[in-house]
């Protein structure tokens, strides 16, 4: 069982920035990659950032040069700075991982985060 805790979610007016963290918890071998995905109501969840195992990054066009997705040193916790905050980056953010539960298992598996609502108001 692995469960992917999300926080600094909140309310903020535009050009404010905030930081999303991601803790994962639980057992299992190691996470292979995390990002960040964001919905908003009547539309399908759309990448934000990801990182690999190797540090490398990917974002969507719309937050490039705003948002800077890392990973902590033992590559359990993922985090979203989110700089230049716009009214359109209003979303639930959901945090992402592919996790391999176990050495002798090759298949990794994706899981979700329960969401932090993310809030940018005039």
């Known amino acids: 069982q692995v469960q992917l805790v999300e926080s600094g979610g909140g309310l903020v007016q535009p050009g404010e920035s905030l930081r999303l963290s991601c803790a994962a918890s639980?057992?299992?071998?190691?996470?292979?990659?995390m990002g960040w995905y964001r919905q908003v109501p009547g539309k399908e969840r759309e990448l934000v950032a990801t990182?690999?195992?190797?540090?490398?990054?990917n974002y969507v066009d719309s937050v490039k040069g705003r948002f800077t997705i890392s990973r902590d040193n033992a590559e359990n916790t993922v985090y979203l700075q989110m700089n230049s905050l716009k009214l359109e980056d209003t979303a639930v953010y959901y945090c992402?991982?592919?996790?391999?539960?176990?050495?002798?298992?090759?298949?990794?598996?994706?899981?979700w985060g329960q969401g932090t609502q993310v809030t940018v108001s005039s």
């Open positions: 639980g057992s299992f071998f190691r996470i292979d990659a």
């Open positions: 990182i690999t195992t190797g540090s490398s990054t």
């Open positions: 992402h991982a592919v996790v391999r539960p176990s050495l002798v298992i090759p298949e990794a598996y994706n899981f």
